[in-house]
C-alpha cells in the first residue's frame, strides 16, 4: 500500500529526469528528497515500465503522465557517474519482471533472463560491490 504522501506526489510531481545510462533501470530522479527510478521493461510482454521509489516497488505503468515530460533517453541529461552507483545498488536483484513481487519472469517469451545483477551493473559500467 502506497502512504498517502508518496501517492500526492506521484498525482502532482513533475520529476526533472535524468538517464542512468543503464539498459535496465533508464530514468532516475530525485522527488522531494526520495529517489524514484523507472525499470524499463520488455515491453509488450510485459508493462513498459515499473516505478521504484527509494528502491521500493510501487507498481508498473505503460503510459508515464505527461507531466512527467519523459523524452527521448538521448535527450535527458546524463546522472551523474558517482550517484549511478548510488542508484543502481539497491536495485541490482530487481532487473527481472516480477522479481519485486517474488515472482520473477522466467523470460520464455521476453529477455528477462538475462537482466541478471551483473550484467545490470556492468552493462552500467558499475562494479558491484563485494558480498
Given at each position: 500500500?502506497?502512504?498517502?504522501?508518496?501517492?500526492?506526489?506521484?498525482?502532482?510531481?513533475?520529476?526533472?529526469?535524468?538517464?542512468?545510462?543503464?539498459?535496465?533501470?533508464?530514468?532516475?530522479?530525485?522527488?522531494?528528497?526520495?529517489?524514484?527510478?523507472?525499470?524499463?521493461?520488455?515491453f509488450p510482454d510485459h508493462p513498459l515500465?515499473?516505478?521504484?521509489?527509494?528502491?521500493?516497488?510501487?507498481?508498473?505503468?505503460?503510459?508515464?503522465?505527461?507531466?512527467?515530460?519523459?523524452?527521448?533517453?538521448?535527450?535527458?541529461?546524463?546522472?551523474?557517474?558517482?550517484?549511478?552507483?548510488?542508484?543502481?545498488?539497491?536495485?541490482?536483484?530487481?532487473?527481472?519482471?516480477?522479481?519485486?513481487?517474488?515472482?520473477?519472469?522466467?523470460?520464455?517469451?521476453?529477455?528477462?533472463?538475462?537482466?541478471t545483477e551483473a550484467y545490470i551493473m556492468?552493462?552500467?559500467?558499475?562494479?558491484?560491490?563485494?558480498?
Amino acid at each position: 500500500m502506497i502512504d498517502a504522501a508518496l501517492q500526492h506526489e506521484i498525482d502532482t510531481a513533475e520529476p526533472a529526469w535524468h538517464r542512468v545510462d543503464s539498459p535496465v533501470f533508464v530514468y532516475a530522479a530525485c522527488v522531494n528528497g526520495r529517489v524514484w527510478v523507472l525499470r524499463l521493461n520488455d515491453f509488450p510482454d510485459h508493462p513498459l515500465f515499473t516505478l521504484f521509489v527509494d528502491a521500493m516497488v510501487v507498481g508498473d505503468l505503460d503510459d508515464p503522465p505527461a507531466r512527467w515530460h519523459l523524452q527521448p533517453n538521448e535527450a535527458l541529461p546524463l546522472l551523474d557517474p558517482r550517484l549511478r552507483r548510488d542508484v543502481l545498488t539497491p536495485l541490482r536483484h530487481l532487473g527481472r519482471y516480477g522479481t519485486e513481487a517474488g515472482q520473477p519472469c522466467e523470460g520464455m517469451w521476453c529477455h528477462c533472463d538475462i537482466l541478471t545483477e551483473a550484467y545490470i551493473m556492468s552493462a552500467a559500467g558499475v562494479i558491484p560491490p563485494p558480498p
